[in-house]
């Protein structure tokens, strides 16, 4: 199987901040594995996936996804990377509230005409088979505002613009933290099988252990970074 992500010595400090908030040795992720990685609230688990989304910047060496150093690339080309290659679900969906559901959903295609390609048979036919394999199908809701839809239809409205054209890492940063128990499960349970589906692999953070064996392995924060002045 191959890396579909890979840490070696990655380092970071926010501006100002005077110490490591990461400092983590090592971590695979293997091409359409899940990992849940928790930790409490401050520890620096958003931080990680902004370093390996590339929108912080990092040293050369230190993050691979999907083969590619993600601190080695420019600004443009990094933006271009995210686009083909990441999916990102949000606790705060960030979905454009004035387009519809499926408008949101096909948007990734529009920026990476690679991850178009990989929407087969083409980006709004994959929309809509996410949206229905999400439970979206009606087509009131795949047509209305992202804006007017309930907390638990933007979330897999966020997590189908997330899958479409299948990239190689989805990172997923508590976004069941709105949902009750049971909404929880069913929404991880969804997520995964949609993964297997793409092969995408997942890193799903959280601070919330009750979802743990519903991933392939589960690790702490604190055992993978050890940051020289601890913060949590
Ligand atoms: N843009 C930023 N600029 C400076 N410091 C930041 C920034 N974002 C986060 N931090 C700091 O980095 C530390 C880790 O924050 P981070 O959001 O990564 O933690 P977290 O584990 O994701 O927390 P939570 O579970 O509450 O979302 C905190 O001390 C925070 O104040």
New binding site residues.
């Given amino acids: 199987m191959s890396a579909a992500l890979r840490l070696n010595d990655l380092n970071f400090a926010?501006?100002?901040?005077g110490h490591d908030?990461l400092h983590i040795k090592s971590l695979a992720l293997q091409k359409g594995e899940s990992l849940f990685l928790y930790?409490?609230?401050?520890?620096?688990?958003?931080?990680?996936?902004?370093a390996i989304a590339g929108t912080?910047n990092i040293a050369p060496g230190a993050i691979v996804v999907a083969g590619k150093d993600v601190g080695a690339m420019r600004g443009g080309a990094r933006d271009r990377f995210r686009g083909e290659h990441l999916g990102m679900i949000f606790?705060v969906f960030n979905l454009v509230p004035w387009l519809s559901a499926l408008e949101n959903v096909v948007l990734p295609c529009r920026y990476s005409a690679n991850r178009a390609r990989r929407a087969a048979p083409d980006p709004s036919t994959a929309a809509q088979d996410l949206l229905t394999e999400l439970g979206l199908a009606d087509p009131a809701v795949a047509g209305a505002q992202a804006g007017s839809l309930s907390v638990g239809q933007q979330q897999r409205v966020a997590a189908a613009r997330a899958l479409i054209g299948k990239p190689s890492l989805i990172l997923a940063?508590?976004p069941t933290s709105a949902l009750d128990e049971d909404a929880k499960i069913a929404f991880v349970e969804l997520l995964q099988r949609e993964c297997r589906q793409a092969e995408s692999a997942l890193l799903f953070?959280?601070?919330d252990r009750s979802l743990e064996n519903h991933f392939d392995r589960a690790v702490s924060?604190s055992e993978i970074n050890l940051p020289l002045e601890k913060?949590?």
Avoid: M
Avoid at 39 to 50: D, F, H, I, R, V
């Fill in positions: 926010w501006p100002g901040a908030i930790g409490p609230s401050g520890c620096g688990k958003s931080t990680l996936l902004a912080v606790q940063d508590e953070v959280s601070h924060f913060t949590c």
